[in-house]
């Protein structure tokens, strides 16, 4: 079995390290060697923050390189196009949560927002699927779990791993007044994207309810 790349870059504030911190939890529950490592050094200020999580047999640097990562999760669409270098060309997958966080310098006019950062990236040719985690995570009653949305849907990407793991490790990590939340958060990703892991997406619906129909 070789080793499992993953990336996952947001900013400051939007819970990278905790998704990390909990596919890391995953794989070692799951049996498999584990190296993660993070920078997150403006991140109290909404900078960027992104972490590697690299899980096998054996592994024995925590760092992805470039043109390497099996996923890659963008938490805001401008760190999914900042980290797309990292995504492996032949049969990677970029997730981004179709949502815009407009950074300093832009909000000053200094530089422009990348809107168009998704269809770019498809032009390329890279496997990206839009995910509006933000969106529906608001729907489920709290915006701040977009990352476990986000995480649930890597986790359908990742079958080195069962639900069964995940949906322990998550129960084990979380705190018991935030846990259904976020089990149903995660739910909701990885129903969206268990039909879609082989081949990748299309573009996501924008109701969760309409999950069920997938």
Known sequence: ???TNLIFAGV????????AELTARAAVRAGFDVKQTEVHGVSQRGGSVESHVRFGPVVYSPLVTAGQADVVVGLEKLEGLRYANFVNLQCGSLLVNDHEIIPGSVAGAAEKYPHYAIEFLRGKGLKVTAIP?????KDLGDGRVANM???GAMSALTPQ???E???ATLTERIPEKYRALNLKAFETGRSFASPLASPL???AGSD????SKN
């Open 149 to 151: 949305i986000m995480l």
């Open 12 to 19: 400051g504030g939007q819970g990278v390290l905790l998704i």
């Open 161 to 163: 791993m069962s639900e």
């Open 165 to 167: 793991v995940w949906l």
């Open 133 to 137: 985690a933000s969106r529906w995570a």
């Open 1 to 3: 079995m070789n080793t």
């Open 201 to 203: 997406p299309a573009e």
């Open 208 to 211: 969760p309810k309409d999950l």
